[in-house]
């Protein structure tokens, strides 16, 4: 079944057309999941803590959340495949808010570290089934302006949420959970409502076809797309929450709390770009700013690792937040070029999510090593070259936007099968 999105062409070329208000809400939804993450993050290692763990245990527990998210991930893109998107989304966020409720209640450390894991299986859910609707809902000619406010929605959540997190842990540490839970149950129950009857996506019962990890792979954009997310991971969330609160406290000599500032610096450099990233490569196609971006990135990531003194540094880290912002959307809407919008993209979309948190994963843990073996300087060179050799890969990659309105309504995705990479 065609969505109208997709189908319509009466918009001409160059015209702004309006956005389906289904982008609208998942932007909301993704608000309100990253501001609830963010707010339990600052107390849970201290919530860990009070039944007398070590710290190490502690950490493990926020470990445990993302490794759920990766092992979860290749079984939510199948569940997508066959339930449809929005029948997972929900479930995923009622997972998530129910099990954060729980954190709330638990009487061990045991029972924390089990009712967090299964949110991570419910976050996988989530995060593979919201990406899957928003290349069903994004009008072809828009999608990098769809992956700009969808990502947007994210990083504005992800900034504020420890700041409300830090007011609302005055009503003790428990608090913050139920806050979180009760807030997805309010958030599951509008989208379920508002997604009930939308015309955009076909109903999640009535059968349709599906695109396999298998048929993508033969896209060398999509390749390109997988190793430039497992970049993205590495550096954007591997090396900065790893290291960079490390770096600031024994190489710039400054207290814990300035690394609080670092990190806001990366973010609001990437929310400053990414939404007008997102517009322009509607117009000039994405591999262009995807090659931009990481080049600058990398670069930028070395020289933070290179700064001595904490203006410097903030300056650096702003840029280096920024250029992420320029590759985040084309990233997201050139993996949206080659699923399409016509069939059910699960295991796609489930496999270039897991690249994120499989860099993540991997970054964190590489670049303790390499600082704590050689020297700071090095571990973020390392990191600096990994984003250059994915900016390399899209170099040999095609462009996937499509250059006339008349494309814009395939009805099937780019892959091989259907004629071959866009020229």
Request: with cysteine.
């Amino acid at each position: 079944m065609s969505s109208p999105a997709e189908g319509d062409c009466s918009t001409p070329p160059g015209a702004k057309q309006s956005l389906p208000r289904e982008v609208w809400l998942l932007v909301a939804a993704n608000v309100v999941v990253a501001l609830g993450y963010g707010v339990v993050a600052p107390v849970l290692p201290q919530f860990a803590r009070h039944f007398g763990v070590s710290i190490s245990a502690a950490t493990f527990v926020i470990t445990a959340f993302a490794v759920m998210r990766l092992v979860g991930a290749p079984g939510a893109g199948l569940l997508v495949q066959r339930l449809g998107e929005r029948r997972v989304y929900i479930s995923g966020l009622l997972i998530v808010a129910l099990s954060t409720g729980a954190c709330a209640f638990a009487q061990s450390y045991w029972q924390l570290l089990l009712f967090r894991s299964l949110g991570g299986l419910g976050s996988a859910m989530f995060t593979v089934s919201s990406l899957g609707l928003m290349i069903r809902i994004s009008p072809p000619d828009a999608r990098g302006r769809v992956a700009g406010l969808f990502s947007s929605g994210f990083l504005f959540g992800s900034v504020a949420g420890p700041v409300l997190g830090s007011l609302t842990a005055g009503f003790g540490l428990s608090a913050p959970f139920v806050i979180y839970g009760a807030a997805l149950l309010v958030a599951a129950t509008v989208v379920f409502v508002s997604l009930r009857h939308s015309t955009v996506v076909a109903p999640d019962d009535q059968p349709g076809d599906s695109v396999s990890v298998r048929t993508v792979l033969r896209h060398r954009a999509y390749r390109a797309a997988l190793f430039s997310n497992f970049a993205t991971g590495w550096a954007a969330f591997g090396l900065r929450i790893a290291l960079v609160p490390l770096f600031v406290v024994e190489v710039l000599g400054r207290g814990a709390g300035v690394a609080g500032f670092a990190l806001a610096a990366f973010a609001v450099g990437n929310i400053s770009v990414v939404i007008p990233s997102g517009h322009l490569s509607d117009r000039v196609g994405r591999r262009k700013l995807l090659i931009f971006g990481l080049t600058a990135a990398a670069a930028a990531t070395a020289v933070v690792g290179l700064t001595t003194s904490l203006p410097m540094f903030l300056v650096a880290a702003y840029v280096a937040g920024a250029s992420t912002g320029v590759f985040v959307a084309p990233q997201q809407a050139a993996v949206a070029d080659v699923v399409g919008n016509k069939s059910r993209g699960g295991t796609a979309v489930a496999t270039f999510q897991m690249m994120a948190d499989f860099g993540s994963i991997v970054g964190s843990l590489a670049v303790g090593q390499i600082a704590q073996r050689a020297s700071f300087g090095s571990a973020f060179l390392v990191s600096g070259v990994i984003l250059a050799l994915a900016a390399v890969g899209w170099m040999f990659a095609p462009e996937t936007r499509q250059r006339t309105f008349a494309e814009h309504t395939e009805a099937r995705p780019l892959g091989p099968e259907a004629g071959g990479e866009v020229p």
